[in-house]
């Protein structure tokens, strides 16, 4: 059965850091392609940042370019987003998932269907 759990949401102020961890079990993880989502109220979900199964490779959206990085520590089956410089419209909740290695694309992060193993998501809320 694959698991997937979000950790270290909460609350943030506007231009601070936060860091946030997923661990993965059930799965080989480092053949999977993982990525980090947010739902803001009322929006759909969108997609934040993607990374391929060695980490060697990283895709971001335009909003958090160069403010949030991911990481993944395959040893660890774990996957980390930093982020810094944070603002309120960053505020929202977060999930990560996991897709097959070949669901990859090194041009934009999409939560499509090849995504099937998500966690329940922790909340980021950055105040003003």
């Known amino acids: 059965q694959v698991q997937v759990m979000e950790s270290g949401g909460g609350l943030g102020q506007a231009g601070g850091s936060l860091r946030l961890s997923c661990t993965v079990s059930?799965?080989?993880?480092?053949?999977?392609?993982m990525g980090w989502f947010r739902q803001a109220p009322g929006k759909q979900r969108e997609g934040v940042s993607c990374i391929n199964w060695s980490g060697s490779s990283s895709v971001y959206a335009d909003s958090v370019k160069g403010r949030f990085t991911i990481s993944r520590d395959n040893a660890a089956n774990t996957l980390f987003l930093q982020m810094n410089s944070l603002k309120p419209e960053d505020t929202g909740i977060y999930y990560c998932?996991?897709?097959?290695?070949?669901?990859?694309?090194?041009?934009?992060?999409?939560?499509?269907?090849?995504?099937?193993?998500w966690g329940q998501g922790t909340q980021v809320t950055v105040s003003s």
């Open positions: 998932a996991a897709a097959l290695r070949s669901y990859y694309n090194q041009y934009y992060c999409v939560p499509g269907p090849g995504f099937r193993n």
């Open positions: 059930g799965l080989k993880f480092d053949e999977y392609t």
